[in-house]
């Protein structure tokens, strides 16, 4: 474990900081780990990144699992622990907050072909697999909860007896995604699961335990729902999280303890650590290309991010909620 630890270390400013944090949980306000946030803060992979912020709302979203989007590189940087007071996010987050549904729904500029039931022009929106997302990285950078109360307000309630159907804004036609209306969509229980683990006051919820119970309802029935499925390619180690697969799924439901006592969160553990190598280390099975500057964006090689991940998402396991 130490030798696991002391290379994700020295592999990057930013993985040298997350490990301090989150890993070793060390006092992140003590000045020595001040310049670890600052040198992480440094990076040329978070500089080029924040610039591309700059540019919001950047390329129109056309499918979801686009890893160029700047919804994705939002929550990535959400997700090192920066936030509004450091310089150019409060202004990034503002122009993000300029387009707000009559829900208090936060919206990207979108464009939905007719043929699946869209307008088919370029147009300010949302849906439940980016909404919930992009409210989650607004949460996780600071914004206060009274400004974004209304909206969060109504994205939970969105929720069914059986977990969050698919859903998005009227104004997009009659987009329904592509399953049956008025079922379960396992990448939108997904990313509402994902915005319940910075709501720690509403985890208890049920609409928060129905959205975790579909998640581990899915990897139990092995079905596809909504073309989401649990085969090869969800087993494939894939980093960052841009869409639904094994480690992105795994990662959300370690953050509530009812899902880690669940024998179906256990066995895909299981199946994660199955992967290591002899020394404890990860490689990408699957890689998002626009993300090639990080080593997840390679197969060839272990890879520092992953390993990272598997080891926090294992910390969570043994860790009180």
Not at 30 to 48: H, M, Y
Not at 95 to 105: L, T
Not at 245 to 271: C, G, P, Q, T
Request: hydrophobic share 40%; charged share 25%; net charge neutral.
């Amino acid at each position: 474990m130490e030798n696991i630890i002391n290379q994700i270390q020295e592999s990057s400013p930013i993985l040298k900081f997350l490990v301090t944090k989150d890993l070793l949980v060390q006092d992140i306000q003590s000045e020595e780990n001040k310049q670890l946030r600052r040198d992480a803060w440094n990076d040329p992979v978070v500089i080029g990144i924040i610039e591309e912020l700059k540019e919001w709302p950047g390329d129109i979203l056309k499918r979801h699992n686009d890893a160029k989007l700047l919804i994705h590189k939002l929550s990535f940087i959400a997700d090192l622990g920066f936030n509004i007071n450091d310089e150019g996010l409060k202004e990034i987050t503002e122009k993000i907050m300029e387009h707000e549904s009559p829900e208090g729904v936060f919206q990207v500029e979108i464009n939905i072909p007719v043929h699946f039931g869209g307008t088919g022009k370029d147009q300010f929106s949302w849906m439940l697999c980016d909404a919930p997302l992009l409210m989650y990285s607004l949460v996780k950078l600071g914004i206060e909860r009274p400004r974004l109360e209304k909206g969060l307000e109504y994205l939970i309630s969105l929720g069914q007896n059986y977990g969050y159907p698919c859903s998005a804004s009227c104004d997009l036609g009659k987009f329904n995604g592509p399953g049956k209306r008025g079922t379960l969509c396992p990448y939108a229980n997904l990313l509402m699961a994902k915005l319940f683990t910075v709501l720690p006051d509403r985890q208890n919820e049920r609409h928060c335990q129905m959205a975790v119970e579909a998640l581990l309802d899915h990897l139990d029935k092995k079905d596809k729902r909504y073309l989401f499925g649990i085969g090869s390619d969800f087993r494939k180690l894939k980093f960052p999280f841009i869409w639904y697969d094994i480690l992105h799924v795994a990662n959300v439901l370690s953050h509530f303890d009812y899902a880690v006592k669940d024998k179906r969160f256990a066995d895909i553990i299981e199946l994660i650590k199955g992967k290591a190598d002899k020394n404890g280390f990860y490689k990408a099975e699957s890689v998002w290309t626009a993300w090639k500057q990080l080593d997840s964006g390679q197969k060839k090689i272990n890879s520092n991010w992953i390993t990272f991940m598997v080891q926090k998402i294992s910390l969570f396991l043994t860790t009180p909620k």
